[in-house]
DNA sequence: GCAGAAACGAGAGCGGTGCTCTCGAAACGG
DNA sequence: CCGTTTCGAGAGCACCGCTCTCGTTTCTGC
């Protein structure tokens, strides 16, 4: 897909439908829900055929990857703004910042939120450009761990919780023990396990308020994982 | 769907047709997943016409229905059956039991895994019918929890945290406190949290064995909620 | 400035889906 | 035994993703 920044008539044009195709997708998936996405459909809202929707996406799939690439992104700089105006030294309030700004943004965009951190479509299998934009959220958090952790440094941990987490471990030099980074993850977890069991229907007749809930829930685990 | 419990031979034949389509549904369903099941392919492996498995479930929803509720009911016994083993007053053991047998359910059945607890298919609405086994999964941890509490006893917590947790404090006679039950529904969301990250593929480059990291988090959270 | 190349939109068509309707055969019950 | 109910099969409808062709429009190199 070459897209000259500022080309002849044809590449803005081009551009700009392109564009016009994903808000309608967008529109589209809020009512309908991801997997009853019909390229049909937006052709029709579009005004025009069907085969012409496969100028600009080459099949269904990679429109959806285009919107979950937009979800990733749009959640990210989400959070990456929220969390950018704590001090910097307060690093419980940047994670309980990461967290509700998280919920909220899943509340407000419950099918984008369920397109990229919910069940995947069943043949799909993500593309390669979908994991970068995907890191940006878990890297912001890894960061307020790795700040609050700053005067440490250890040696490669040989346990079996190590070895388990060693991916993570490397990625952040080592500088965070395996057993604070397993708590990381245990809150990394529980947040996406609440806003799944929030949007999801199972908190009927169980939990009235999940908005106190989870703001309770995210100072509980600051308290717990930062020190 | 009226099924006489030993009449006529037509009768067993129902009975026999309806759970070869569960079956032939179920296996369509491990390889395909959820969304991409097809009435008439399982017609086809059953060698009918697809208007014929319309005789023994009204739409395609309705078999859903019928695979949702299955699994609900055998996720539940297999959890009911590890915890039973346990001695009564060991409720952390209890609680871990629920919490692996869990997570080795959902590894060995993903798809039906996904398909209760991952989410919701678009338009389709949870009919009452899967409301019920839905809940013996949660009610056998909401069991330990009381029994691990079972010389306390306070009155209605009018807090916000209280107000917000209203129907499960009811439900539990108010023998558990409010900050108590807000800590075993986050292990509740955690463990589901962490299935879903593993089971959703967003654990590459992070967790390389997340059966470690699991039984980990297991014990930590048993520690954590239980006395 | 113009001819060839590339991009584009529309339409027809293929095989697939869920679902409905009709029709003849089979099993049931009085 | 005969009327009623149940059942399977087939045709058909509207939809889907996707492919191919064909005439038109835009771009590009000479």
Redesign the interface.
């Known amino acids: 897909m070459p897209e000259k920044p500022a080309g002849g008539v044809r590449a803005r044009v081009r551009a700009e439908l392109t564009a016009e195709i994903k808000a309608a997708a967008r529109r589209q998936l809020a009512t ?5 996405l019909s390229l049909r459909a937006i052709a029709r809202e579009l005004g025009m055929a069907s085969s012409a929707i496969y100028r600009y996406f080459a099949s269904r799939d990679e429109l959806l990857t285009a919107l979950i690439i937009d979800a990733y992104e749009d959640v990210a700089s989400h959070i990456e703004a929220a969390e950018s105006q704590c001090e910097r030294a307060d690093h419980r309030g940047r994670f309980v910042a990461i967290a509700t700004t998280l919920r909220s943004w899943a509340v407000a965009n419950p099918n984008e939120y ?1 397109l990229i ?7 799909y299998a ?1 593309p390669t450009d979908t ?1 970068d934009p ?1 890191t940006r959220v ?1 890297i912001t958090l890894l960061t307020v761990l790795v700040e609050s952790h700053v005067s440490e440094t250890s040696e490669p941990d040989e346990s ?2 190590g ?6 471990l490397v ?1 952040t030099n080592h500088s965070v023990p395996a057993d604070a980074m ?2 990381a ?2 809150a ?7 806003i ?2 929030e949007m ?3 908190f ?10 989870f703001n ?2 995210a100072n ?2 600051a308290e717990r994982i930062l020190p």
Chains 1, 2 share one sequence.
């Not at 951190?117 to 043949?123: L, S």
């Not at 990394?188 to 396990?193: D, H, K, R, S």
């Open positions: 309908e829900g991801a997997s009853s369920a951190y919910g069940t995947p479509v069943p043949g993500a994991i995907a878990p079996d919780l070895q388990a987490l060693a991916d993570v990625f397993a708590l993850i245990e990394w977890a529980e947040i996406f396990g609440l799944n069991l999801f229907g199972h009927k007749n169980a939990v009235t308020n999940p908005s106190v809930m309770h829930a509980s685990m």
